[in-house]
């Protein structure tokens, strides 16, 4: 009888690794299935955007407004993750998130352009606050050699769940009768994202130090390589949300294709997302400098977008393979928040501080290459834009992307 407890205590011991090992698969799981959900809201609505201004009949300036939302929530709402975490907890903000979105999303097909707009702002101001919240998360609930494969991971569901949804969104039009029903559909993501969350819950547990902490410090404002990380983040939203915003459409009016095509081309570009999600941020978080990662991805978006002025109908495929291999960038401009920074805390606060007004500058994008659309007729002006925006994000990837920290 003595020897039962001193017999228990070896299982118990073995017994711990294994629930943590189960526990930090579940919050991959949990992480993937949540980073899904965060692209859906835009590229659905881009893939029928058409149709849905023919229906609303809404003004091309309304179309512009609603293309620029979420970067404008990404701004805005980013902001107040913090302050949400810190009185919530990461976990529990996350999990809240996901019934807004999937509200959001739902709520914006059943009425007309009002309602439209208002579940859009409600589905994309719970995405920023999951854009900031769930790389905190990660890093803080996972050893630092695993944090890149997991932020990897992370970055190439993103890319998936807006891959899924721009190549699907049109299809299903056709067999549910109409735009409403194929976009409001992916509010079912939603829900399947919020069970698996709350399931992760009993993963390994973050510590909310990491955004808690209040202590005074030096002002990120102040630091030259913040700023340069922050604008280099900024200019590549600003190049991907003006892709799922508006690629469709460019390539209905500039190639000549249909809208499941130009649809299908959409989700082409952002599918390349996900092998470079996976490839990229562990090799470019092992290497000394990220600039050449940087440089390169944002000349391959740059020659991309070249083909489209000048050629969009010779080479379509070769241009939407180069966009979608510079749109990879997003997951090393993550992990460049990651390396330019020495602590968790600093972690937390340079990622808020490239979010909130990352996406406020990415905010311009979609709405001016919508305005400049409208006033000029063509592509012409707009696409010009963006090759500017390329370029100078290749002058900052080679700044953002050298060994120092903020």
Same mark, same amino acid.
């Given at each position: 009888?003595?020897?039962?407890?001193?017999?228990?205590?070896?299982?118990?011991?073995?017994?711990?690794?294994?629930?943590?090992?189960?526990?930090?698969?579940?919050?991959?799981?949990?992480?993937?299935?949540?980073?899904?959900?965060?692209?859906?809201?835009?590229?659905?609505?881009?893939?029928?955007?058409?149709?849905?201004?023919?229906?609303?009949?809404?003004?091309?300036?309304?179309?512009?407004?609603?293309?620029?939302?979420?970067?404008?929530?990404?701004?805005?709402?980013?902001?107040?993750?913090?302050?949400?975490?810190?009185?919530?907890?990461?976990?529990?903000?996350?999990?809240?998130?996901?019934?807004?979105?999937?509200?959001?999303?739902?709520?914006?097909?059943?009425?007309?352009?009002?309602?439209?707009?208002?579940?859009?702002?409600?589905?994309?101001?719970?995405?920023a606050v999951c854009n900031v919240l769930i790389p905190v998360v990660v890093k803080d609930s996972f050893?630092?050699?695993?944090?890149?494969?997991?932020?990897? $991971? #992370?970055?190439?569901?993103?890319?998936?769940?807006?891959?899924?949804?721009?190549?699907?969104?049109?299809?299903?039009?056709?067999?549910?009768?109409?735009?409403?029903?194929?976009?409001?559909? !992916?509010?079912?993501?939603?829900?399947?994202?919020?069970?698996? !969350?709350?399931? $992760?819950?009993?993963?390994?547990?973050?510590?909310?130090?990491?955004?808690?902490?209040?202590?005074?410090?030096?002002?990120?404002?102040?630091?030259?390589?913040?700023?340069?990380?922050?604008?280099?983040?900024?200019?590549?939203?600003?190049?991907?949300?003006?892709?799922?915003?508006?690629?469709?459409?460019?390539?209905?009016?500039?190639?000549?294709?249909?809208?499941?095509? $130009?649809?299908?081309?959409?989700?082409?570009?952002?599918?390349?997302?996900?092998?470079?999600?996976?490839?990229?941020?562990?090799?470019?978080?092992?290497?000394?400098?990220?600039? $050449?990662?940087?440089? +390169?991805?944002?000349? +391959?978006?740059? &020659?991309?977008?070249?083909?489209?002025?000048?050629?969009?109908?010779?080479?379509?495929?070769?241009?939407?393979?180069?966009?979608?291999?510079?749109?990879?960038?997003?997951?090393?401009?993550?992990?460049?928040?990651?390396?330019?920074?020495?602590?968790?805390?600093?972690?937390?606060?340079?990622?808020?501080?490239?979010?909130?007004?990352? #996406?406020?500058?990415?905010? &311009?994008?979609?709405?001016?290459?919508?305005?400049?659309?409208?006033?000029?007729?063509?592509?012409?002006?707009?696409?010009?834009?963006?090759?500017?925006?390329?370029?100078?994000?290749?002058?900052?990837?080679?700044?953002?992307?050298?060994?120092? #920290?903020?």
């Open positions: 009888m003595t020897l039962s407890p001193q017999l228990d205590q070896p299982a118990r011991t073995r017994s711990a690794p294994a629930a943590s090992v189960a526990g930090g698969l579940a919050l991959v799981v949990g992480v993937m299935l949540a980073a899904a959900n965060l692209r859906p809201a835009v590229t659905s609505l881009a893939a029928v955007l058409s149709e849905v201004r023919d229906t609303l009949g809404v003004s091309a300036a309304w179309t512009s407004a609603v293309t620029a939302i979420p970067t404008l929530c990404f701004g805005l709402v980013g902001m107040l993750a913090p302050w949400f975490s810190r009185r919530y907890g990461a976990r529990a903000v996350i999990s809240g998130a996901l019934v807004l979105i999937t509200a959001g999303l739902a709520l914006r097909v059943v009425d007309g352009p009002l309602v439209l707009v208002a579940g859009t702002f409600l589905a994309c101001a719970a995405i050893p630092a050699g695993k944090v890149g494969a997991v932020t990897g $991971a #992370y970055s190439a569901a993103l890319s998936a769940g807006g891959a899924v949804a721009a190549a699907f969104t049109a299809p299903l039009e056709e067999l549910v009768g109409g735009w409403r029903g194929a976009v409001g559909m !992916w509010a079912l993501l939603g829900v399947l994202a919020l069970i698996c !969350w709350r399931l $992760a819950g009993r993963g390994p547990a973050p510590s909310e130090a990491v955004v808690a902490d209040s202590a005074p410090r030096r002002s990120l404002l102040r630091s030259p390589l913040a700023w340069a990380v922050t604008v280099f983040f900024g200019f590549q939203s600003l190049v991907a949300y003006t892709v799922m915003g508006w690629l469709p459409e460019i390539l209905r009016d500039t190639a000549g294709v249909s809208a499941t095509t $130009a649809g299908q081309l959409l989700a082409i570009v952002m599918v390349l997302g996900v092998p470079v999600s996976m490839i990229v941020p562990p090799l470019a978080a092992r290497a000394r400098s990220q600039s $050449a990662w940087a440089m +390169s991805m944002a000349l +391959s978006g740059f &020659v991309g977008f070249a083909g489209l002025l000048f050629a969009p109908a010779t080479a379509t495929g070769l241009w939407i393979l180069l966009i979608g291999i510079g749109m990879g960038v997003f997951p090393l401009a993550l992990t460049l928040i990651t390396l330019r920074a020495r602590t968790g805390q600093e972690t937390a606060r340079l990622s808020a501080m490239a979010q909130s007004l990352g #996406y406020l500058i990415a905010a &311009v994008g979609p709405f001016a290459v919508g305005i400049l659309h409208g006033l000029t007729g063509g592509w012409t002006v707009p696409l010009t834009l963006v090759l500017v925006v390329l370029a100078a994000q290749i002058a900052l990837g080679h700044v953002a992307g050298r060994p120092r #920290y903020v």
